[in-house]
């Protein structure tokens, strides 16, 4: 993978695995997907390359948010839902942390909702792995704003009569200039996305469809399983066809303003047919369109769905310093107490 | 008419500019403040202004105001009864009259006293004809048509010449005191420099009011106040708020550390908001959250990172902030809380004062979690609290809730500008870079604080969090005897503050009969109801705390000095019960107001009166 170009000091040493293993014995259940993303944490820090002390973990509160103890960083595990607003605060005081939340769903979306959307829209440069595993697990199996309609669950003995949200629907509502979405089967994947995360300015959303295997166990099956995956999902990548399927025939295209998929071969339809994926596109249109897609109609859209560029609030915040530094007269506390109406008594 | 008048020396008097919340009141307040204090006069000033932007005109709803005490001696307080009131209409007038006593001027304008503006205003007659006030001096003037007499060749717009009303009323009211014109004059120039028609006209309206008063026969006499004798050195007028503002910033030069606020607007606590962040130049960071829970989060992420994190709010934005309090006090983490308190319950009464908070700050937070407990006790001194706060905040590694209110946060007096050399240091307790020893718990002997470990320092990453700790090590520990050693080495590290903070003062006799207690913004008026007391002949002190969590060493032992002890505070007794549970050895009196309005000295003095005689 390329290097990274930003102010962030790299470690002068080639960093492996080990030198991101805490010490800490990880607890969550056998069978969890949040281990899945924890070997793509430990993977992707040292090729992002990053002097190890100038990585910052933050998180709220639930299974996911136990994740700082697993790695050896600076970590901060905060309280439920302000995992966003910690982060914030970490990375306009140093910019120069490459500053990682890890969330889940309920602590992105129902308790923390409100710091997740102001984050995004502020473009703070942080890297959010939502683990959205569509429960409460810590509290044993409630249901979150993620799950889908009808889900039967210890608060919902005759389903949920509440519209879940869509992570990446929320985002770009948000404004937001990063989404991506992975299976926690998929480690490589997982890793790539991490990477191209760290790679974008601004607040970066990678939703993890994580199965929670003691109080939602597969509930992301029919996407993430082997016997569905191929024809569930949509792995996109810059610059590339929308192509899926066992022999990647399917397709998608824009018919009118609508997506459509289709099969290449069948009612004359060429590759020719077929969207190329645009990640840097600046209009979301098309990548809401993306993000949205769901069973039975469509696959799910994996990978980067959006990478857009725009300024950072943190890159921002530095600018207004230095131009206020180089332009105000009060330079120090003792020119800031003597300013304005003053006198003298002799 | 000629200018024969009595000029009659007064050692204080307490003025109150009062109209519409459109009339500009408190400008016409500023600059007499201001006035005053360049021709040597201590002062405290205090704007007292409707919860609304602009309720209905004319209404007593609607009533601006601002009052400024000014004098040759020493001004603790902003006054309770006015000498003069300068009332631009009807429904002002009205609503002032209660601070008033026989013989106050009241200085008005005859032209606002219309039927619909008496109506509005609930007055049945017009009190300036039917006879209602003749116990007041009044000085009532068609203000309007002098002020079109002074500009007529300027062609100026009704609206504007109407609004330049204040002005006129100003001018009168600088003749009555003494005052000149020349820091209005040299405002007006510089506030409107590039609109010289505006300049003067305004500069005229002024002169006008000032020569109208020396003619006007129902002036008596007028009066001057001299100069105070007060410590060389430069002076400014500052507000509590301004003031609170910049002993943080300057906590943040002093401690090397950067400046990081996050907060959310909150009457009466904004102007601390938008005070520091015009001081980017100075490195500031701020942050306007979402709402006082990003706030506070964002400070803790910021301390964790380093920085002077500070947060500011009042008390349903203290309310919001509970949790992540208790995530500093578990995390060891240097985080200035400031609460700039009004009156509660809830959105209670937003824009007035009260010291209601009190418990709220001790208490208020799930668990056992102590944090350092501080309030300010003048508007100048919400520079050297904020500023102390800081620096026990960093040197002890733990929050502290400093509280204010909205009277000494929007209130001013004069502040002695300190050089910041001559500020104590502040000594963060930082980690050594690849410091073999370091632990995230390990703790120093004498204050107990742990270390700060910056995230990027080589060889220290670590964890912290909202889970209980082992000490020392700091791994998560749910071990019940690590817990309750934890407990109580957070406990004794805030009460070991106490080593490091000035010893508790007495004012007045330091034993006797009477002991007066007070804590943060009551100060002034208790410490003026303590001199009269001691005038009287009574043998009495007066202890102010500024440090409430924990308190000075030398509390009980003052305590002990006295016969009697009353505690006075701006709520039903919190103080006191805090108190009571502290030192229960004593017997403690209570004198309490909970109107958000402050203590007036008679009623003070009727409690210590009828203790003292029993
Ligand atoms: C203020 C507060 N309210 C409620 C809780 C209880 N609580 C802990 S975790 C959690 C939900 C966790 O769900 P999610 O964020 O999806 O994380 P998961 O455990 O599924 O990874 C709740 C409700 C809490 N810790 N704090
Ligand atoms: S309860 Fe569910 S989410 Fe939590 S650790 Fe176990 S499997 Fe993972
Ligand atoms: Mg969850």
Redo the contacts between chains.
């Keep these: 993978m390329e290097q990274i170009l930003n102010t962030i000091e790299r470690s002068n040493v080639e960093l492996t695995k080990e030198d991101f293993v ?1 010490d ?1 014995m990880v607890k969550w259940c056998a069978g969890c997907g949040a281990h899945a993303i924890l070997a793509a944490v430990a993977n992707v820090f040292p090729k992002i390359g990053y ?4 990585f ?1 973990l ?2 709220g ?1 639930g299974c996911s948010s136990r994740f ?2 697993y790695v ?8 439920h839902g ?1 995992a ?11 910019p ?2 490459s500053v990682w939340v890890a969330t889940g769903d309920g602590d992105s979306m129902a308790i923390g909702g ?2 997740m959307i ?1 984050t995004i829209r502020r473009n703070i440069d942080l890297n959010v792995i939502l683990f959205n595993n569509m429960i409460y697990g810590l509290t044993k199996g409630q249901y979150s704003p993620t799950s889908p309609m009808g889900s039967v669950t210890k608060t919902s003995p005759q389903g949920t009569i509440e519209h879940p949200f869509n992570a990446g629907e929320l985002v770009m509502g948000a404004q937001g200039t990063f989404f991506a979405r992975v299976p926690d089967n998929n480690i490589k994947l997982m890793t790539e996305v991490m990477f191209e995360s760290a790679r974008h300015d601004g607040t970066s959303i990678i939703e993890v469809l994580q199965n929670c295997i003691i109080y939602n166990d597969k509930v992301h099956a029919p996407i993430t399983s082997k016997d569905t995956r191929e024809d569930n999902q949509l792995v996109l990548r810059n610059g590339e066809k929308m192509l899926f399927g066992a022999d990647h025939k399917k397709g998608l295209r824009l018919n009118g303003t609508r997506l459509e998929v289709v099969t290449i071969g069948e009612n004359g339809i060429t590759e020719d047919d077929i969207l190329v994926h645009d990640q840097y596109q600046q209009d979301p249109g098309l990548q809401l369109m993306l993000a949205k897609m769901a069973p039975p109609l469509f696959p799910v859209a994996m990978g980067v769905i959006r990478s857009a560029m725009y300024p950072t609030y943190d890159d921002m ?1 530095e600018d ?2 230095t ?3 180089a ?2 007269k ?5 020119d ?3 300013s ?7 | 008419m000629s200018e024969v008048k009595n000029v009659v020396e007064l050692e204080d008097a307490v003025i109150k500019f009062v109209g519409d919340s459109g009339d500009g009141m408190q400008l016409s307040g500023t600059l007499f403040a ?1 006035t005053a ?2 021709d ?1 006069n201590d002062l405290t000033t205090f704007p007292d202004y409707p919860a609304e932007i602009r309720a209905p005109q004319n209404t007593v709803a609607g009533v601006s105001g601002f009052q400024i005490h000014f004098g040759s001696k020493k001004i603790l307080t902003f006054g309770d009864i006015c000498d003069t009131i300068v009332a631009l209409n009807p429904a002002s007038l009205r609503a002032n009259l209660k601070w008033t006593k026989k013989d106050t001027i009241i200085i008005t304008d005859s032209e606002a006293y219309d039927d619909s503006a008496l109506e509005k205003s609930g007055y049945k007659s017009n009190p300036l004809t039917d006879g209602s006030l003749k116990e007041f001096k009044i000085i009532s003037a068609p203000f309007t048509t002098l002020i079109k007499e002074a500009i007529s060749d300027l062609n100026i717009d009704n609206k504007t010449t109407l609004k330049s009303r204040n002005m006129f009323a100003l001018g009168i009211a600088f003749k009555l005191y003494g005052k000149n014109l020349d820091h209005t004059f040299h405002y007006l120039e510089k506030k409107f420099a590039t609109r010289p028609q505006i300049v003067e006209m305004n500069k005229r309206v002024v002169k006008a009011g000032f020569d109208y008063a020396a003619i006007n026969p129902q002036l008596e006499c007028l009066y001057n106040v001299p100069s105070a004798s ?8 500052i507000t509590g708020n301004v003031a609170a503002a ?1 002993g943080l ?2 906590a943040g ?1 002093k401690s090397e550390r ?1 400046l ?1 606020l ?1 907060s959310y607007p909150i009457t009466p606590a904004t102007e601390i908001l938008m005070e520091i962040v015009k ?5 500031a ?1 701020v ?1 306007q ?3 006082e ?2 706030g506070i ?11 002077l ?1 500070l947060t500011t709010t009042s008390g349903p934005g203290l309310s919001l902030k509970s ?2 309090i208790g ?1 500093a006090v578990i ?1 060891e983490l240097p985080l200035v809380i400031v609460n700039v308190q009004r009156g509660g319950p809830s959105t209670g009464l937003p824009t007035k004062s009260e010291q209601s908070d009190l418990y709220q700050a001790l208490y208020g937070r799930n668990g056992e979690c102590p944090l350092i407990v501080m309030a300010a006790s003048s508007s100048a001194d919400c520079f050297y609290s904020a500023f102390e706060a800081a620096k026990l905040s960093i040197e002890h590694m733990t929050p502290v809730i400093l509280l204010t209110d909205g009277s000494l946060g929007n209130g001013s007096e004069l502040f002695r ?4 050399k001559d500020l104590p240091k502040i000594v963060a307790p930082l980690a050594k870079a690849n410091d073999p020893n370091y632990k995230p718990y390990n703790r120093d002997e004498k204050t107990l604080a742990r270390p700060w470990a910056i ?13 209980e700790k082992e000490n020392g090590i700091g ?2 520990s749910m071990d019940p005897i690590n817990h309750e050693l934890m407990v109580g080495l957070r406990a004794e590290k805030v009460q070991r503050v106490a080593n490091y903070i000035d010893p508790q003062e007495v004012f007045g006799d330091t034993e006797g009969d009477l002991l007066i207690v007070s804590w943060g913004g009551t100060k002034g008026v208790i410490r003026d109801s303590v001199i009269e007391m001691k005038k009287e002949g009574y043998k009495v002190g007066h202890a102010h705390f500024k440090h409430i969590m924990p308190l000075p060493k030398n509390t009980e032992e003052i305590f002990g000095k006295y016969k009697k002890i009353i505690v006075c505070e701006l709520n039903s007794g919190q103080f006191v019960g805090y108190l009571r549970i502290t030192f229960p050895d004593f017997k403690y009196h209570q004198a309490n107001k909970v109107q958000s309005l402050p203590f007036m000295i008679h009623e003070l003095k009727d409690k210590y009166y009828k203790l003292l005689e029993k």
Excluded at chain 1, 330 to 334: E, P
């Design positions: 805490s800490q002097k190890k002390e100038n910052m933050v998180s509160i700082p103890y050896n960083t600076y970590g901060f595990h905060g309280i302000r966003y607003a910690i982060a914030s605060g970490v990375k306009i005081s140093n120069k942390l409100n710091h102001h915040v207004q310093i131009y206020a530094k332009n105000s009060i330079l120090t506390v003792n800031l107490l003597n304005g109406d003053t006198f003298e008594v002799k | 201001d204090a360049y040597g007060m410590e060389k050195g430069r002076y400014r007028n910049w910033i300057a030069e950067p990081f996050g001081y980017k130049s100075l490195g960071k942050f959250a979402e709402d829970i990003a989060c964002s400070a803790i992420g910021a301390s964790f990172t380093g920085s994190a949790e992540a995530l995390t500008i300190p050089d910041t995230p990027g320092t080589e060889g220290l990453r670590h964890r912290v969090g909202g889970l791994t998560v």
